[in-house]
């Protein structure tokens, strides 16, 4: 039996899957907009996963289910909706006070853990994510929740005294920025759209919330928990394509805050149609080409086994991902013969296999496109190195090892965004330095070396090339309390635990002269409780 059969005879019949793991299709016919389920009759869009099933016409994608393909009808009803629940920052939501916010958000996040298995179930249908991979981002979500939870107590904590100079006294505060697009990206369809949506949420904005393309129908049974744990308006969902739906709500100008996971010409686009670019605050987290560095003081067997989980994690499928790796011509030999033999050993698999570390791509049209990049690496001098790189059989790809890389290829700039592991031999630590400064990302960099004034060399010229330096480690997020941004496209502003939550506020204050007539109104209105920002109480 050839590779290629090998990974196509993963596919099994539905009666072979785990009952467990078995899923109903479900077809989402309502939405939630103002405080309501509204029901919905017009078209729809069906949902295939990158599992495949046997049948008599062959392997076809599993349809899984079905949710709505709103129009700009819709979405402007959101849009006022969220206007309406925000009602320039005089509405309920945004005047509330921090305590009850929180009381509304704890409340979100037990409803949410009833929906866990389901929703975990569709991770891994929709996207093709290992069920530990979809088990973890559930579960690190609720923890964002409860830590952001955590870090907005600390901040109005801090917030909850007067401050006194030149003979003013001031109270600061951070107050909501308005109304909130929120447009979250398909690899982590529940976890980075929540590192958005939820902080923007508790410091007092509307939300418009449009799940991404691949990663709706996890969604739809958390609906319910928005409606019943916050006020009407707050959060709106807007389904439909994006090319048709978004353009439209920047163009009203009404949208204060785009908070943005994905391409950087998707963003820049979504930018230009807002009339008033000034007023429009952009939290972005966009295109990444993370380079890891292996110099010849290096231990190679630790930069294999970090470059191989930070290259092929989730099929590579991350911003995060290593996707291009430069290594010492004194080492390379031996680093890319122990990277071909640990890729060996990794096993593919449906998403509910245990201890699988290879699942199906999300894509439909990802392994023909890498498929492209590995032919056109080929046609200017490279060759595929590792046994059975790239071999693919409808959405399994396995991983391929893609050497000499140089900046004729696609693979030297484009971002893969797949199991494909593009290695350039350098002789100068000045080629992947310069590579990093001609490049229009700058998310992260792995360096790998044992030598400590190598290292020492190397932090100072990246951290001002890169917003992260990873020493003898792959690149990552977290910890989520962390700072997590980009230099150059890849980011706009800042996300961690407590960074979020200054992205979707502002600092606001309120002062007055210190006279005896100012001291007795401020201490009435504390001492009674008639302001909730104006207030010295302390939230535990």
């Known amino acids: 039996m050839s590779f290629q059969d090998q990974l196509r005879s993963l596919f099994v019949d539905e009666g072979q899957i785990p009952e467990a793991y078995r899923i109903e299709e479900l077809h989402q016919r309502e939405y939630l907009c103002n405080g309501e389920m509204k029901k919905w009759d017009g078209p729809i869009t069906e949902v295939y996963s990158p599992v495949l099933i046997p049948t008599a016409e062959g392997l076809k994608r599993k349809l899984i289910g079905t949710y709505p393909i709103g129009t700009e009808q819709e979405a402007n009803e959101a849009l006022e909706a969220a206007l309406q629940a925000y009602d320039h920052g005089r509405g309920e939501w945004p005047t509330m006070s921090i305590a009850d916010r929180i009381k509304c958000m704890e409340r979100f996040v037990y409803k949410?853990?009833?929906?866990?298995?389901?929703?975990?179930?569709?991770?891994?249908?929709?996207?093709?994510?290992?069920?530990?991979?979809?088990?973890?981002?559930?579960?690190?979500?609720?923890?964002?929740?409860?830590?952001?939870?955590?870090?907005?107590?600390?901040?109005?904590?801090?917030?909850?005294?007067?401050?006194?100079?030149?003979?003013?006294?001031?109270?600061?505060?951070?107050?909501?920025?308005?109304?909130?697009?929120c447009m979250g990206p398909f690899n982590y369809p529940l976890n980075e759209t929540f590192t958005t949506l939820i902080p923007a949420i508790l410091m007092g904005n509307t939300l418009l919330f449009k799940p991404p393309k691949h990663g709706t129908l996890l969604h739809y049974p958390l609906l319910k928990a928005f409606q019943e744990s916050f006020p009407k308006g707050v959060v709106n969902t807007v389904y439909g394509r994006g090319a048709n739906v978004t353009p439209g709500l920047m163009k009203t100008g009404k949208i204060d805050v785009l908070a943005f996971i994905g391409s950087s010409k998707v963003a820049n686009d979504l930018k230009k149609s807002h009339p008033k670019i000034n007023r429009l605050r952009a939290v972005l987290s966009l295109d990444a080409k993370n380079a890891a560095i292996i110099t010849k003081n290096a231990d190679l067997k630790l930069a294999v086994s970090e470059c191989m989980l930070g290259a092929l994690s989730f099929n590579g499928q991350r911003c995060t991902a290593i996707k291009i790796i430069f290594v010492h011509k004194d080492v390379a030999d031996e680093f890319n013969k122990l990277l071909g033999e640990a890729i060996a050993k990794m096993t593919p698999g449906l998403p509910w296999t245990k201890g699988v570390n290879l699942t199906p791509v999300t894509e439909p049209g990802k392994p023909a496109y890498l498929a492209e990049c590995i032919e056109d690496a080929k046609a200017h001098g490279a060759t595929v190195i590792n046994e059975n790189g790239g071999a693919n059989a409808e959405s399994f790809v396995f991983p391929a090892v893609v050497y000499p890389v140089n900046e004729k290829m696609k693979l030297y700039r484009e971002e893969q965004f797949g199991p494909v592991i593009p290695v350039i031999p350098f002789e100068s630590i000045e080629e992947p330095i310069t590579y990093q400064i001609d490049s229009p990302h700058g998310m992260q960099v792995s360096i790998f070396s044992?030598?400590?004034?190598?290292?020492?060399?190397?932090?100072?010229?990246?951290?001002?090339?890169?917003?992260?330096?990873?020493?003898?480690?792959?690149?990552?997020?977290?910890?989520?309390?962390?700072?997590?941004?980009?230099?150059?496209?890849?980011?706009?502003?800042?996300?961690?635990?407590?960074?979020?939550?200054?992205?979707?506020?502002?600092?606001?204050?309120?002062?007055?002269?210190?006279?005896?007539?100012?001291?007795?109104?401020?201490?009435?209105?504390?001492?009674?409780?008639?302001?909730?920002?104006?207030?010295?109480?302390?939230?535990?």
């Open 112 to 181: 949410m853990s009833e929906q866990r298995d389901l929703v975990i179930n569709l991770i891994m249908w929709e996207i093709g994510k290992s069920l530990a991979d979809s088990t973890k981002e559930f579960d690190r979500t609720v923890e964002y929740i409860t830590a952001t939870i955590d870090a907005l107590k600390d901040i109005d904590r801090q917030s909850s005294r007067f401050e006194i100079a030149e003979g003013v006294v001031a109270q600061i505060r951070r107050s909501p920025l308005g109304v909130v697009l």
């Open 450 to 540: 044992n030598d400590p004034h190598e290292i020492a060399s190397l932090i100072d010229p990246f951290v001002n090339l890169v917003s992260r330096v990873n020493i003898n480690a792959q690149c990552q997020r977290g910890p989520d309390v962390f700072p997590f941004t980009g230099r150059k496209d890849s980011a706009e502003g800042t996300l961690s635990v407590a960074d979020a939550l200054r992205a979707f506020s502002i600092r606001s204050l309120v002062t007055t002269k210190m006279n005896d007539t100012n001291k007795a109104l401020l201490n009435e209105i504390v001492n009674e409780a008639e302001s909730s920002f104006l207030s010295t109480r302390f939230i535990l």
